[in-house]
């Protein structure tokens, strides 16, 4: 079956860039996305890409796909504390049914 | 517009013990998601619902059984729990790929 897989965890420093990376197994993939979870809260859609895009930019946010590799990235610019949280990479595969399969997270902790 | 809602917040089990964890999206999305969430293994598919009528079997649905209500409502029921379904339960509502949304989640203790 598809497998997402991401580093556990990730310390900055305030004001620096964090480059959260995830790789994906699944080549039928067609929308990767990223996730925000805050403590004791839902899931926060924060961007997605189409699979054949290579990069999409949404303020402080890049995120880089190499599909070559099956290599998503989140570039934060700027890292803030309240960007202190979990962030999960999922991917949609439109062939089995809409499914997301999403990643373990990544624990992203930013020091002030 | 309230998004999708879960309910209840928290609940604590006995084992073997039965409960209906309950979502309902006002967002008219045809698609809607149950997931659970364990530490360190990001949230796992354990039933859907891809439009009304229809249900399918996710990752991991042993244990588990679902109901599509009606086009807004989507409820997981646990009919003899055990310790292992302890987890956090989102719901999950899409219409198009950019509108996956999901609720605040369930937090299940089975003692």
């Known amino acids: 079956g598809e497998d997402v897989e991401q580093s556990l965890f990730l310390s900055v420093r305030e004001g620096d860039s964090s480059v959260i990376n995830c790789t994906y197994t699944?080549?039928?993939?067609?929308?990767l996305y990223w996730y925000k979870q805050e403590p004791g809260a839902g899931l926060q859609l924060l961007t997605y890409?189409?699979?054949?895009?290579d990069m999409k930019q949404d303020q402080r946010l890049t995120v880089l796909l190499n599909k070559k590799d099956k290599h998503l990235s989140l570039r934060i610019a700027d890292t803030q504390t309240g960007d202190s949280a979990i962030y999960f990479c999922?991917?949609?595969?439109?062939?089995?049914?809409?499914?997301?399969?999403f990643g373990g997270g990544t624990r992203l902790m930013v020091k002030p | 517009n309230a998004g999708v809602t879960q309910t209840p917040k928290f609940q604590v089990l006995k084992t073997g013990q039965s409960m209906t964890l309950q979502c309902a999206q006002d967002m008219n999305h045809n698609s809607m998601y149950w997931y659970r969430q364990d530490p360190g293994m990001g949230l796992r598919l354990i039933y859907y619902?891809?439009?009304?009528?229809?249900?399918d079997k996710g990752e991991v649905p042993n244990g588990y059984n679902v109901s599509r209500l009606n086009k807004r409502e989507f409820s997981l029921r646990l009919e003899s729990a055990a310790p292992s379904q302890t987890s956090v339960y989102f719901c999950?509502?899409?219409?198009?790929?950019?509108?996956?949304?999901f609720g605040a989640g369930t937090r299940l203790s089975v003692l």
């Open positions: 890409i189409f699979s054949n895009m």
């Open positions: 699944d080549s039928s993939s067609t929308y």
């Open positions: 999950a509502s899409s219409e198009a790929p950019q509108d996956a949304d």
């Open positions: 619902s891809a439009s009304e009528g229809t249900t």
């Open positions: 999922a991917e949609r595969d439109y062939n089995a049914g809409n499914m997301l399969t």
